[in-house]
């Protein structure tokens, strides 16, 4: 019986280093938005203006929202391809990182659509489809849940992170037809968009800085929760092995 | 190695003229299958009529409900009308999807199919052909009912007929994958549903709209990007779906 | 005629073969044992095409499964647990199916042929939802067979028969030819196993664990070496 790798010190050593560098990205990212970052000027309210900061934070969210499926994808490709666990685990935590994400879009875009459009919620595009996004999150937990084989379950997961992935572009181009208000934030000088304004470049460096700091905290989650499904995997095995032999 | 190989040769060459037919094992072939596959869901279908009975109801039903939910009258039916068709098309279509792999289940006969010496994909085009067929045909015998009730205008009839297939073949492209999937979990019924709508948006979207110009006589025009992406839908997804599916079905 | 190398598979951190190795030679009978989950549907699986294998090789004829599964096909029937037929259709038409499937020249004539070996002549036009459940498995044998597949493969082909229709079992396999074919079987009952088999089996810790001819060897000694197993 060979007994299953441990986790190494380095291994630990980069769990630290990752948790570090995001506690400081974020707080970073943090310190840009409300104190760094210029008023939305051209907004009317105060309370609009104030909550028009959100953005940053709501920007970089969705955009993880959004890059967690993307992994997935990856993941269930290179996974019908080597068929390791390593894959499915890759795929499997995203989903999970993913679906939190995906919530948070949901709800601090609410907080903000609140004073901005004067409505918690809107059928708008980017509402829609990332509500569909996460739909599909769910389901796609669910679908794991619903099988017992862990072969097949990696798999079925697998093809169905693919093709749900696949489907959020023409998803989101045919909901864009259906109908827009969602502000298209950068590069966009159409004022129908309401809640829209110009960037200036201190708010552009907010924003930015935030996107990459939200993806550090991104990789963190990935990191520790794919050593928790290794370890849980790890587990199993060993519990297979003392059953069965 | 190689002593043995020339030893099964006769044996294995005694039994071949009999399993081998020159003729069909073409290129044809495939297709052949493809058509047995189908051919063999309509008559099993036919004897029993459950499921497409099954589905009628049902879609009428839906169309019932919503005329109590919503107190459909003359002003609005016409606004509403593409989306009660629609959603009765969905859920009626959800009902043939999850038993199209439930009866090959039953008795095995999935894996009898598994072990036809014919490509996997060959089962898919089978199934999706058999799904279309069956969830459009009972979609177009709804369509004269969809129109009295509505009070809509019978000259459409043609145009929602294209429609229904095109949404048909989109959602069941997507759907037969699925439900290859879906027979392999616990709550099967109840899951897809779950995996399948948030996929097939696109389709209800552009089917709804395309409804919607037909009833309201609008010119092919103004609701060509709705066609094209539907009809983009269609083949991206049999695609994905043609490739994903051999991983779904082996053991 | 099958000839299968190191073979493993595992149902994620479960293993069930570990490095399998096994010879058949074209027209031997084998009948393979072990206990509930040791691995032989699996096997059954893995060469019949249905399963993949995690690792491993397996070899029908010289030829790789792993590169032609859907060619090798052709050269195999399979008699599962479960019948492989649609109740809704008659047997006639569960058999026409297959028969294109497999492209069965003169369907027809094949058809008629096998519906006869298995002693269904004269019930083939009803559904099979209507026969018994002993009908029902003479129906799958006939479907194994239809295209006359020089490899049977027979998983536990006696399940849900009743005594006299288990009896019968040596009688319609003999009828249906199968000194032509090279047949793989699993059971659970001991005797017939060894009646029908010229070679016995028993699987072990994922491997061949027992391997006798026939001939060289009495029951008691299989039955002990058997039992033992089934204990563990």
């Known amino acids: 019986m060979t007994a299953p790798t441990t986790s190494t010190k380095t291994g630990d050593a980069w769990g630290y280093a990752l948790t570090t560098l995001s506690a400081v990205m974020i707080l970073g990212a943090l310190y840009l938005a409300f104190m760094y970052a210029a008023e939305a000027s051209n907004l009317g309210t105060q309370v609009e203006r104030y909550a028009q900061r959100i953005m940053y934070f709501h920007v970089g969210v969705a955009w993880i929202g959004f890059f967690a499926f993307f992994v997935t994808f990856v993941a269930g490709v290179m996974y019908l391809i080597k068929r390791t666990f390593f894959w499915d685990n890759l795929g499997h935590s995203s989903v999970e990182i993913g679906l939190t994400f995906m919530t948070m879009v949901l709800i601090t875009g609410s907080i903000w659509a609140r004073p901005t459009w004067n409505t918690w919620w809107t059928w708008s595009p980017r509402l829609t489809i990332s509500a569909v996004g996460w739909l599909m999150y769910i389901g796609y ?34 909901i864009r037809w259906w109908r827009d208000i969602h502000p298209t934030v950068i590069g966009s000088t159409s004022s129908e968009a309401s809640g829209g304004f110009d960037m200036s470049s201190d708010m552009r460096t907010t924003l930015l800085f935030s996107i990459a700091a939200f993806t550090v905290f991104y990789a963190t989650l990935l990191y520790h929760r794919m050593r928790l499904g290794k370890t849980a995997h790890e587990v199993e095995t060993l519990k297979q092995q003392v059953l069965y032999n | 190695m190689k002593p043995e190989t020339q030893n099964l040769k006769p044996e294995t060459q005694n039994l071949k003229p009999e399993t081998r037919n020159p003729k069909l094992e073409t290129r044809f072939g495939y297709f052949y299958k493809v058509l047995a596959i189908v051919s063999k869901d309509i008559t099993a279908e036919l004897r029993t009529k459950e499921m497409m009975s099954a589905m009628f109801v049902f879609s009428l039903l839906v ?3 919503f005329n109590f939910a919503f107190d459909l009258r003359a002003e609005n039916a016409s606004t509403l009308a593409p989306g009660v068709l629609w959603v009765a098309i969905a859920f009626a279509g959800m009902l043939g999807l999850g038993r199209s792999f439930i009866i090959e289940r039953d008795r095995g006969s999935l894996e009898g199919l598994l072990l036809a010496p014919v ?8 199934k999706f052909i058999g799904n279309v067929l069956f969830i459009a045909t009972v979609e177009i015998v709804i369509l004269p009912l969809f129109i009295v009730f509505f009070n809509l205008s019978i000259v459409i009839i ?4 294209g429609v229904v297939i095109l949404g048909t073949i989109g959602f069941a492209g997507v759907g037969t994958l699925f439900s290859a999937m879906v027979i392999h979990t616990r709550a099967r019924d109840v899951l897809l549903p779950i995996l399948l709508f948030p996929v097939i948006v696109p389709v209800l979207l552009s089917a709804v709209r395309l409804t919607a110009g037909i009833i309201d006589g609008l010119p092919l025009a103004d609701v060509q990007n709705w066609l094209t992406l539907l009809i983009a839908f269609d083949l991206i997804f049999m695609a994905i779906a043609f490739i994903l599916f051999e991983h779904v079905v082996e053991e | 005629m099958i ?5 493993v598979k595992a149902f994620g951190s479960r293993i069930v073969l570990r490095g399998l190795n096994l010879d058949i030679a074209p027209g031997e009978f084998i009948t393979l044992m072990g206990a509930n989950g040791a691995g032989k549907t699996t096997l059954m699986n893995i060469i019949s095409t249905l399963g993949k294998a995690t690792a491993g090789q397996v070899m029908i004829s010289g030829i790789d499964l792993s590169e032609s599964a859907a060619h090798i096909r052709r050269y195999i029937g399979l008699v599962s647990h479960k019948t492989l037929l649609y109740d809704d259709l008659s047997a006639e038409q569960n058999l026409r199916f297959y ?48 295209h006359n597949p020089p490899i049977l493969l027979l998983d536990e082909p ?36 060894l009646s029908l088999g010229n070679r016995v089996l028993i699987l072990m810790n994922g491997k061949i664990g027992y391997d006798v001819r026939r001939e060289d060897v009495s029951i008691e000694e299989v039955r002990q070496v058997y039992f033992e197993q089934l204990k563990r």
């Open chain 1, 141 to 174: 937990l669910m679908l794991r849940g619903a099988i017992d084989n862990p072969a097949r379950r990696a798999r079925f997961a697998a093809v169905y992170g693919m093709v749900a992935f696949l489907s959020v572009p023409i998803n989101f181009l045919a």
């Open chain 2, 63 to 65: 169309i019932f409900i």
């Open chain 2, 119 to 126: 490509d996997r994909s060959a089962i898919y085009f089978g």
């Open chain 2, 158 to 161: 043609p145009a929602l007929v």
């Open chain 3, 3 to 7: 000839k299968v190398r190191k073979l």
């Open chain 3, 99 to 146: 028969a294109k499937m497999y492209d069965v020249p003169q369907p027809q004539a094949r058809i008629e042929t096998v519906v006869q070996q298995v002693g269904l002549w004269g019930r083939q036009k009803d559904p099979v939802r209507t026969y018994s459940r002993g009908m029902q498995q003479r129906l799958a044998i006939a479907r194994a067979i239809l």
């Open chain 3, 158 to 193: 006696d399940t849900g028969l009743d005594q006299y229709a288990a009896d019968m079992l040596g009688d319609l396999l003999a009828a249906v030819d199968t000194g032509k074919r090279t047949v793989l079987m699993t059971s659970h009952n001991l005797e017939r196993g």
